[in-house]
């Protein structure tokens, strides 16, 4: 069994009527996406912003619903499972801003409280290594220590599936590095992962699998490897050269 | 156990965030005794106004004075020009002219437009009169009376009760969740096993529990600063206080359901409040307003929590007395919370 399936996922946000009753500009953020990803494995959803990363991986984390397509978790959907669902996935949403002023630990001790079967406290901040900073106000962590504790948060339910939107964006090296090694004993544990990101050198990293997406479209899928061998042809050419091939744009263009 | 239960959590995670936010408190309990303070001292009663007069300097002014003053009169000495002023000004409502000799007719000058002046001029012409060997021929007495419930102070300290159940309610849950919004904390919860109904729950709670501070800080206040008694049931009153305060938490919900960012939600809010604060009899009664609009305005959730908090405090009702406001607060209360459940967003 796969632990996540979506067929021609659509999103569209109905737009704004312009000024004088013109007709509606709708937005279609996503267009068409079909993913199958194993269980155990990781796997990225590579883009620019506005390519529809953000807005699918929050229809598949039951957080959005689609406009037409259906998706499956483990067999399960979200229509009919989504309480037994929610407890067998972690979410790191792109920028969730926790509660300033609570503490590490009683950030975790509110969302330990939510699940079934949490994982003890102290496991958790061994985990993110954050065992210093129980007692701190979230306003007093750094950008790296708050993504942590945001990967905390989404492993108190010792979750099958984790998913990361742009789980590195905005931190400074070692604190993305932390966070790849986060994500690199979640997998060797057996967990299934999809992550969003624009950054080649972290799908690369840690991803045995990638999509590349723009304009609410999967351009192309397969591993890192193989993508750079089919679409550039060089070994020492980076998904960043796939990306630019198929798009015709660099990544940083957003 | 309660510290693994998801209701308990919320709701301290909520008075937590209130607690450790100074300018919360300040709101929910400095303000409400500021504004007290600041009217009730403004109008408070200052006993009997003195009738301040003028007197002209000349030779018989200072017997003239001994028998003003002697009589309870507030007195200014003036030269010509100062007393033209003055008396214009309205300062000193009348000029006492002494004569020139002791058996010389006084004059009294002064614009007989203004009561306080015909007023003076009574007092005056009285005490003068008096102290020259009039005697009067009946026999009178003076009872002086204040009647207790009927100052401006009493007429107040519900009103402002009600309007700080009101924004508490208002500010304490409806930019709250438009704020968790914002962080996308409520959409990171939706992503959670948590229940919808335990993230609402935990905000009625933690509103419920900052109550009886809230509520006791300003009688209590009220009480030992102006002497404002609760002359009803104190059942009633926190009957009265918990109805109102569950009523606005509902219409707290309906604003926040949809609102995506807390500028919106707090026009909305205002929107709401705004005109309460002047039709619902905070600061004067509502029944200035026209006889046409007073059925509607008798139905304003802010209108029946302060009709409900005078009837304890000042009219002294018990629980039947104040029926007919929890009537209205909890119709109020449950058709917002419905429609605000009904329609609400998470993300």
Redesign the interface.
Known sequence: MDAVVCHQLRKVYPGARGLGGGPRADVVAVDGIDLRIARGECFGLLGPNGAGKTTTV?IL????EPTSGDVSLFGLSWKKDG?AL??R?G?A???????D??SVE?TL????????K?RPLETLLDEVSLGEKRAAWVSKLSGGQRQRLALA?ALV?DPEILFLDEPTTGLDPQSRRQVWDLVSAYKARGGTVLLTTHYMEEAERLCDRVAVVDHGRVMREGTPRGLIDELVGTPEGTLEDVFVVLTGRSLRDG | MA????L???T??RV??AV??PGVLFWVFGFPILLSVGLGLAFRGRGPEPIVVGLLDGPGAVAVERTLVGAGLRVERLDEPAAKLRLRAGKVALLVVPGATADAPLTYRYDPTPPESRLARAAVDTAIQRAAGRRDPRDVRDQPVTEPGSRYIDFLVPGLLGMNLMSGSMWGIGWVIVDMRV???L????????RRRDLLLSQAIARVGSLPLEVGTLVVFARLAFNVHVTGSWLALGLVALVGALAFAGLAILVASRAQNTQTVSGLMNLVMMPMFVLSGVFFASSHFPDAVQPVLQLLPLTALNDGLRAVMIDGAGLLGVAKPLAILSAWGVASFAAGVRIFR??
Not at chain 2, 3 to 6: F, G, I, P, T
């Open positions: 929050e984390e039951g957080v959005a309480a929610r407890e996935i979410v949403l792109q920028e969730t801003r926790l509660s002023k609570q009683e001790q509110l969302f330990r409280s939510f699940y079934r949490p948060c339910g | 510290e693994h239960s998801a308990y959590q919320l301290m995670a937590r965030e450790r936010e962080r996308k904390l959409k990171r919860l939706l992503a959670t096993p948590v998470w993300g």
